[in-house]
């Protein structure tokens, strides 16, 4: 135990920038190496973990900007942004597709439902053309992605370096205590069930603090890392509520009861969706609020609502 605290302690005195861009490259070859993957419409998972590994990449450069009050990875971040908004997109009409496909089987009285679900096209294709033209120039994508990339790192890691940060942990220590206060103040709006937007960003709040502990994984005690799952089931129980919510507006926006020639049964059908979705939104909903009065038990969260840095 003795050693293992020693090598704690000598790698908290890593120089910041020269590991901070280690770890950016790490993270940009995941990327590279999953483009191919989310390009490819037979890889079901290959969009997945694209966009988690971009979302990991553009979380480290958005935070250390952040504390550092420069910019100077805005060019790599916007083209890593428009890239996970095409996957998202893509990725979203996936999932909303899977839980259509659930319904079925509990909805098989409903004609509608069945056929809609066995008639679904190839969600990649339709949700997203982008992604064929990614393909045919994939190529060139990954060398443009390669050039900001590199020029937005060296850019980051010259500011770290003239930065006050000598050290990994207070470098990291200010990582978190800046993402934990935007999680306290954006999360005091949780405890409003129909605050979509409020509900949205802690869950945005929620994941970038989550990325960053396991960004700095290596440099943390053993004790801090069950937070990381702690996080993680407050974000896939957001995340559910955030699907809910699109699905239900979605499904009211398209139906207008007030039509004489309104298809009956097609009426019924998003009446049950709807309804069926919304049992679903609370359930995801109690799940975020109860795991929050859980931490406050547990000894995961303080006083004052802000998660405990045991790493200290």
Not at 44 to 63: P, Q
Not at 165 to 174: C, H, N, P
Not at 246 to 269: A, F, Q
Request: hydrophobic content about 35%; overall charge neutral; aromatic content about 8%.
């Amino acid at each position: 135990m003795d050693g293992e605290n020693e090598t704690f302690k000598v790698r908290l005195g890593c120089d910041p920038a020269s590991w901070f861009a280690l770890k950016c490259h790490s993270l940009f070859e995941a990327i590279i190496t999953e483009l191919p993957n989310a390009l490819d419409p037979t890889q079901s998972d290959g969009i997945h973990d694209m966009r988690v590994a971009t979302r990991r990449l553009r979380s480290s450069l958005r935070d250390t900007e952040m504390i550092l009050e420069r910019h100077p990875s805005r060019s790599a971040s916007k083209n890593f942004k428009q890239l996970a908004e095409i996957l998202g997109s893509v990725r979203d009409e996936d999932v909303a597709i899977d839980a259509l496909l659930d319904f079925r089987g509990i909805a098989s009285p409903l004609r509608s439902v069945r056929e809609s679900s066995d008639s679904l096209p190839p969600s990649r294709k339709v949700a997203c053309p982008h992604l064929s033209d990614c393909k045919t120039a994939l190529g060139r994508l990954q060398q443009d992605l390669r050039h900001r990339f590199e020029v937005s790192l060296a850019a980051l890691s010259s500011k770290i370096h003239l930065s006050k940060y000598l050290d990994i942990d207070s470098f990291r220590s200010d990582i978190t205590a800046s993402l934990s206060s935007d999680l306290k103040r954006v999360g005091a709006r949780l405890y409003d069930p129909f605050d979509r937007t409020g509900l949205h960003k802690t869950r945005i709040a929620v994941k970038r603090l989550r990325y960053s502990n396991e960004f700095f994984s290596e440099f943390r005690s053993a004790a801090a890392k069950p937070i990381s799952k702690e996080l993680a089931r407050l974000q896939g129980s957001l995340g559910d509520t955030h699907d809910r919510d699109v699905w239900i507006e979605g499904l009211s926006k398209h139906t207008d009861y007030t039509k004489v020639k309104c298809d009956p049964e097609w009426v019924e059908t998003k009446i049950w969706l709807i309804s069926e979705l919304i049992k679903e939104r609370t359930k995801s909903y109690r799940e975020a609020i109860t795991l929050l009065a859980e931490w406050q038990t547990r000894g995961f969260a303080d006083e004052n609502g802000n998660l405990i840095d045991e790493a200290k």
